[in-house]
């Protein structure tokens, strides 16, 4: 039964070759779905129209010695370590990175877990310097990122937690609530500069218009400016015009 290993998911895969580019394993995994053999649940669902559940594999096969077996840390053949790390329940093998399997969110991360703590509002593993200091939203991950449209829960992607308290991949503004993601002050400063050296035309020099500020949800009424309007309450130029311009009565 090992040559069909060969001919599966891992067809491409010399006898020996240890990994993929997700994870560093000595086996492969045997899809409850199909019966084939891929190295990792992403390169299996990479190839294939449907999902493997992690939860269900029961047989690995080892890349040394292609013996296929119940799922283990170590070859019961030839002593192949299949992984430095190993979780029974998540079936996941992978070099030590400090992963622990959190019960909570139900699939494995990584640590070391003593850095972090578990939410269960928000139902997610955090760092520890974010307890007590976050906006928690209910089941805040169990959705894909707005950005990349990836599955933020079990994604193998830092997922950054926003003051606004959703979680995104990557961006600067977070665009399911429009909140800026990160510190702006000092991008700020520099489009104050900007703007100070970026004269508008005369005929827009005394136009106003009334804006909303995303970051503070405050409102007022500025200058207009093509580079930007900033908010007379918090300084953001994370701002909406919420209203038509206009132009003061002594210039009309």
């Given at each position: 039964?090992?040559?069909?290993a060969r001919e599966d998911g891992a067809g491409g895969q010399e006898r020996g070759q240890r990994g993929c580019e997700h994870y560093d394993r000595g086996c492969l995994l045997k899809a409850p779905c199909c019966d084939k053999l891929y190295?990792?649940?992403?390169c299996h669902d990479n190839n294939e129209d449907h999902q493997l559940d992690r939860f269900k594999v029961k047989e690995v096969q080892c890349i040394n010695c292609e013996k296929?077996?119940?799922?283990?840390?170590?070859?019961?053949?030839?002593?192949?370590?299949?992984?430095?790390?190993?979780?029974?329940?998540?079936?996941?093998f992978d070099k030590d990175k400090k992963q622990?399997?959190?019960?909570?969110?139900?699939?494995?991360?990584?640590g070391p877990k003593e850095d972090f703590?578990?939410?269960?509002?928000?139902?997610?593993?955090?760092?520890?310097n974010l307890q007590g200091r976050h906006k928690c939203i209910?089941?805040?991950?169990?959705?894909?990122?707005?950005?990349?449209l990836e599955d933020i829960h079990t994604s193998r992607v830092v997922a950054h937690v926003l003051p606004c308290g959703h979680l995104l991949?990557?961006?600067?503004?977070?665009?399911?609530?429009?909140?800026?993601?990160?510190?702006?002050?000092?991008?700020w400063r520099q489009l104050d500069d900007e703007v100070a050296q970026t004269p508008m035309p005369s005929e827009y020099q005394n136009m106003t218009v009334d804006i909303l500020c995303n970051d503070c949800n405050g409102r007022s009424t500025v200058q207009f400016h093509i580079?930007?309007?900033?908010?007379?309450?918090?300084?953001?130029?994370?701002?909406?015009q919420a209203g038509g311009r206009r132009i003061s009565l002594d210039q009309q």
């Open positions: 039964m090992a040559a069909t190295t990792c649940r992403l296929i077996q119940h799922a283990q840390q170590t070859c019961e053949e030839c002593s192949t370590l299949f992984g430095e790390y190993y979780c029974d329940i998540c079936h996941l622990y399997h959190c019960e909570n969110c139900g699939i494995c991360r990584i703590f578990h939410c269960l509002k928000c139902n997610l593993c955090l760092a520890m209910e089941n805040v991950s169990r959705q894909n990122c707005p950005i990349c991949h990557r961006g600067y503004r977070c665009p399911l609530c429009m909140h800026s993601a990160l510190d702006m002050t000092r991008y580079l930007g309007m900033k908010c007379k309450i918090c300084e953001s130029y994370n701002t909406a």
